[in-house]
Nanobody, 118 residues
């Protein structure tokens, strides 16, 4: 059974940082592209970032480019999202997902809340 468990969310002031983690199990993590997505209150899900399984190349949504960094540790089956220079508009539930998250067979975790507020 595929399981994705996010952690690391919380309340942070604007300009602050958080590091999200995602523990993966039930599939061959090292062979899977992995993504982070988010859903802000009253809005639909938004793709944030992806890291490829092969060469580890990374891609970001324009709204987070230069502020967020996705990474993975295949030995530990862990996915990470380092979030710096956080803004109130980054407030959302953050999900890790297999693939891009939009594929028919992709899985999502249960999410972790990130709130950016003074």
């Amino acid at each position: 059974e595929v399981q994705l468990v996010e952690s690391g969310g919380g309340l942070v002031q604007p300009g602050g940082s958080l590091r999200l983690s995602c523990a993966a199990s039930g599939f061959t993590f090292g062979n899977s592209d992995m993504s982070w997505l988010r859903q802000a209150p009253g809005k639909g899900p938004e793709w944030v970032s992806v890291i490829n399984s092969g060469d580890g190349s990374t891609y970001y949504a324009g709204s987070v480019e230069g502020r967020f960094t996705i990474s993975r540790d295949n030995a530990k089956n862990m996915l990470y999202l380092q979030m710096d220079s956080l803004k109130p508009e980054d407030t959302a539930v953050y999900f890790c997902a297999t693939g891009t998250g939009w594929g028919k067979g992709d899985y999502w975790g249960q999410g972790t809340q990130v709130t950016v507020s003074s």
